[in-house]
């Protein structure tokens, strides 16, 4: 293996500058935030602590963690699902032969081709509860009286939020299936109409089948997305109110700089670690068993 290395030495020598940038942006990080999470990092002292699994047990024990948990699994479940579903409904239509589907398909995509952050201001502003558009024109169209605090209420904001990401993801969903779309045999339409099957029936014995991989493979990089969205949230609530939208990755960074308990926020940062390589494994093992099969 020396050998191989040294035979290939100048290949190593280019490549030195990123794996140097690599080392210190990912790896150093890496093992330091492993390490700060068995350490207890008071914000009134520089010195810090061996605890242990002190932060883990703080972390399995804090009631308000155990909500910022129950957040993002809903988020990310609901985050997935609502974007996918319409994303799913518009790479269908757009796949129709119609007139002007050039243009919708090009209109579609604004959302995604938005960044997150004039997305999160905007709809900040369209879901205010004093000045903001929807309860304004709710308001002046005489449906309502009173305006509607999307973003303060506890019923509303997580559905609000997922309104949002559904509405910034979708685009991406239907880009995905609508490449999927064009790689089925047409002929295996016309076989099937011709045996008599109905619309649905070719949706579901078809459509859905040949699309599979894509769908699995597309739900999982978006949960795995959603688990580390931290713009949108940040921005347009900053996981308030009362950590009714706080999900991990802003808690981990409230933790942080807010509060300066690094070491807690470590040891949440590997616990979320740990769950994301589960879902990254089975992501690179689909893609695996996807390029085997094509």
């Not at 290395?5 to 190593?12: A, G, H, L, M």
């Not at 935030?33 to 009134?44: E, G, K, N, Q, Y």
């Not at 579609?108 to 905007?122: D, N, Q, R, T």
């Amino acid at each position: 293996m020396l050998k191989r290395i040294w035979k290939q030495r100048s290949d190593y020598i280019y490549l030195a500058p990123a794996l140097g940038v690599m080392a210190l942006l990912i790896v150093y990080p890496f093992f330091e935030t492993i390490r700060l999470s068995f350490f207890d990092t008071p914000a009134s002292s520089p010195e810090i602590t061996w605890i242990g699994l002190g932060n883990y047990q703080e972390l399995l024990a804090n009631p308000t963690f155990h909500l910022v948990v129950r957040n993002t699994i809903v988020w990310s479940v609901f985050g997935t699902l609502a974007p996918f579903i319409v994303g799913f409904v518009a790479a269908l239509l757009v796949n129709q032969k119609l007139p002007g589907l050039n243009v919708a398909r090009g209109l579609l995509i604004i959302p995604f081709a938005m960044g997150f952050v004039p997305a999160a201001h905007a709809w900040r502003w369209i879901f205010h509860g004093d000045y903001g558009v929807i309860s304004g024109t709710l308001q002046s169209l005489g449906l309502i009286e009173d305006p509607i605090p999307f973003l303060q209420n506890p019923s509303l904001i997580m559905p609000s939020l997922i309104l949002v990401n559904t509405w910034k993801s979708f685009p991406f969903v239907m880009i995905l299936i609508y490449a999927g779309l064009q790689t089925i045999p047409e002929s295996l339409y016309k076989a099937a109409r011709i045996d008599g099957a109905s619309s649905w029936s070719q949706f579901w014995e078809i459509t859905v089948p040949q699309l599979s991989n894509v769908i699995l493979v597309t739900t999982m990089l978006m949960f795995i997305s959603n688990m580390n969205q931290f713009t949108l949230i940040e921005i347009m609530t900053g996981g308030g109110p009362a950590y009714l939208s706080e999900i991990i990755v802003t808690w981990i960074y409230h933790a942080s700089f807010q509060t300066l308990r690094f070491g807690l926020a470590s040891a949440a940062s590997v616990l979320l670690f740990l769950v994301l390589i589960v879902f990254s494994v089975f992501y690179v093992r689909t893609l695996t068993r996807s390029a085997v099969q094509g």
